[in-house]
């Protein structure tokens, strides 16, 4: 079973810090991809990742950057958080070839005050 | 225009209802379609891919309009179970390795 997993489940951090969420996936899958979810816009894509440090923008880049030194890995930042960042953050994987099937982790909620 | 379009919802069926839903996308070019499914305060799982001659899974049937560039899934027999937000998603910009997801459609099924 494909298993991916989010650093935590909720979050609360305050307007100006610097976030970090984590995903790890354990089936050595080549794409990495972190969204976010709000109500009435459905998943909206940030950044994702086809191999180790390697990343493309998403539709909704700015105010977040990313990382992926192992393959396993793949961390969303928010340089300086704000409060349009509140929201439901979906990671997900899939493995090469470019429409697999994604399997996702079960999200972060990061509220920001 | 939206990449991926649904229609929001929420469709409230008896338990038994035949319903089906309808999503439309813009590119004329895709290749590759899906429906997820989404559970409440649940990350989203697929339910099936969508092949260009359709194609059934038990009480779920998805299909393909290439000329109208929609796509659809019926639901046969409703479940209470089946009371989900379902998620058309659609390789949309031309060259992208990345999914479009829709807003999704959510159903109730009632007893």
């Known amino acids: 079973d494909v298993k991916v997993t989010q650093s935590s489940r909720y979050l609360v951090k305050r307007t100006g810090e610097k976030v970090f969420l984590e995903c790890v996936q354990d089936m050595d899958h080549e794409n990495m991809f972190w969204y976010r979810q709000d109500p009435g816009l459905g998943l909206r894509l940030i950044y994702f990742?086809?191999?180790?440090?390697?990343?493309e923008k998403g539709d909704i880049p700015e105010g977040y950057s990313v990382s992926r030194e192992k393959k396993e890995r793949f961390s969303l930042i928010l340089e300086s958080a704000s409060t349009n960042q509140t929201s439901m953050y979906l990671c997900a994987s899939s493995s090469s070839g470019t429409y697999n099937e994604q399997f996702f982790g079960p999200g972060t909620r990061l509220t920001v005050l | 225009r939206k990449e991926v379009e649904q229609d929001p919802g929420p469709f409230n069926v008896p338990e038994g209802a035949t319903v089906a839903f309808n999503c439309t996308y813009s590119?004329?070019?895709?290749?590759?379609f899906f429906w997820y499914r989404q559970d409440c305060r649940k990350e989203p799982k697929l339910l099936m891919s969508?092949?260009?001659s359709g194609n059934e899974d038990g009480r779920f049937t998805a299909q393909l309009n290439r000329a109208s560039q929609y796509i659809s899934l019926l639901i046969r027999d409703s479940k209470l179970s089946d009371s989900a937000t379902y998620l058309c998603?659609?390789?949309?910009?031309?060259?992208?390795?990345?999914?479009?997801f829709g807003s999704g459609t959510r159903l109730q099924v009632q007893p």
């Open positions: 998603v659609v390789n949309g910009e031309t060259g992208r390795r990345a999914l479009t």
């Open positions: 590119n004329s070019a895709s290749q590759s």
């Open positions: 969508v092949y260009s």
């Open positions: 990742s086809y191999d180790v440090k390697m990343k």
